[in-house]
């Protein structure tokens, strides 16, 4: 794929294409650095949040 993007006979990258792919690996990047370094106490805290009327919201996670 990279190949492709990158060789062409003008010499002119498409550069729309190389933005998108590059966005998209760093929001993918992002999303999986928050999914496994989240702590699961606080994962657990946000789960219960719609569904406890007993939460102190003002105190520390």
Not at 13 to 27: C, E, Q, R, S, Y
Not at 36 to 58: C, E
């Amino acid at each position: 794929m990279f190949k492709h993007l990158l060789s062409t006979s003008s010499g002119d990258i498409n550069w729309m294409a190389m933005f998108a792919l590059v966005t998209f690996f760093i929001i993918f990047s992002v999303v999986l650095f928050q999914v496994f370094f989240t702590k699961k106490g606080h994962v657990d805290y946000m789960a219960q949040l719609p569904l406890g009327d007993d939460h102190d919201q003002t105190s520390k996670q």
